[in-house]
């Protein structure tokens, strides 16, 4: 398995906020804005912090793959 956070960097474009900016608004650390940035896995504290911010749900800003071996 593995995870996309493509959603949420569409939601950036959309609002027109930088990747920065949403990390010092949502209060997540730059390890956990460089672990999204790779499509690494995050706490499920750093994805609320950024569901609160965006007002949506974790389905709105990933998605779980399921990566044929």
């Given at each position: 398995m593995a995870v996309s956070y493509n959603k949420l960097w569409k939601l950036l474009i959309d609002s027109g906020m930088t990747k920065t900016q949403m990390r010092l608004q949502a209060d997540i650390s730059?390890?956990?804005l460089a672990k999204l940035?790779?499509?690494e896995t995050v706490s499920m504290g750093v994805l609320l912090k950024i569901c609160k911010l965006f007002d949506c749900n974790v389905g709105d800003i990933m998605d779980v793959i399921n990566e044929e071996a």
């Open positions: 730059t390890t956990a940035g790779k499509n």
